[in-house]
């Protein structure tokens, strides 16, 4: 079993549409959740960091961690077509090595 | 503000012929350097960190290495690259919140 679990997509949605990514993970040590946007041929960019359990909204952007389910999310509102991208969860026990998932490829479509 | 500079943009080797990858930091001193590599289908792969001069780690045995000779410098080598080296090499360095990429060098050995 991988430590985190991330499905690959892709997924498609209409532009204005919610879009729910999420992230199972095996480790209950892990206390430091990311998500990272990645555009095509670009490195990863820090998007939403959470420390815990809990929820935190930035404009557009919600992260929520449930560690009692060993389960992130991260949610897109009035998703636009600058949203298409692959979105990778990480999480780590300490702020060191991070372990990413696999990535989630997003294409929202006009 | 801190930046990290990465290069070349892509690379094209032939198999057994080294390879010379560098990475620098601007705007920060005595950072934790990492080299993560992205294949298709597989995430982001720890390759080594490092949390000062001539400190490496390795997290996975393979085909290359790492040395950092200076503060913000962070080099990954391979002496003679095989066909599996092939993937999108990122360095990173782990700042308050997270982890800064660079742009990231994609390797194709032929």
């Known amino acids: 079993q991988k430590e985190v679990e991330q499905d690959p997509g892709p997924l498609s949605v209409p532009e204005g549409a919610i879009v729910s990514l999420n992230c199972t993970y095996s480790n209950s040590a892990f206390q430091y959740f990311m998500w990272y946007r990645q555009y095509s041929r670009k490195g990863p960019e820090l998007l939403m960091y959470?420390?815990?359990?809990g929820n935190k909204e930035d404009g557009r952007f919600t992260a929520q961690v449930d560690k009692s389910s060993k389960y992130i999310s991260l949610f897109i509102r009035d998703s636009q077509p600058s949203d298409s991208a692959t979105y990778l969860c990480?999480?780590?026990?300490?702020?060191?090595?991070?372990?990413f998932g696999t990535g989630t490829r997003l294409q929202v479509f006009p | 503000s801190q930046t990290i500079h990465q290069w070349p943009a892509t690379l094209v080797q032939p198999v057994g012929s080294p390879l010379s990858l560098e990475c620098t930091v601007e705007g920060t001193s005595n950072p934790n350097l990492y080299w993560y590599r992205q294949a298709a289908g597989r995430g982001l792969q720890l390759l080594f960190y490092s949390v000062g001069i001539g400190q490496i780690s390795s997290e996975v045995p393979q085909n290359l290495s790492a040395s950092r000779p200076q503060d913000r410098q962070f080099i990954l080598s391979s002496k003679k690259l095989l066909l599996s080296d092939s993937g999108f090499y990122l360095c990173a360095w782990r700042g308050v919140y997270g982890y800064t990429f660079g742009s990231g060098t994609r390797l194709t050995v032929v």
């Open positions: 990480a999480m780590s026990e300490d702020t060191d090595k991070l372990i």
């Open positions: 959470t420390y815990s359990s």
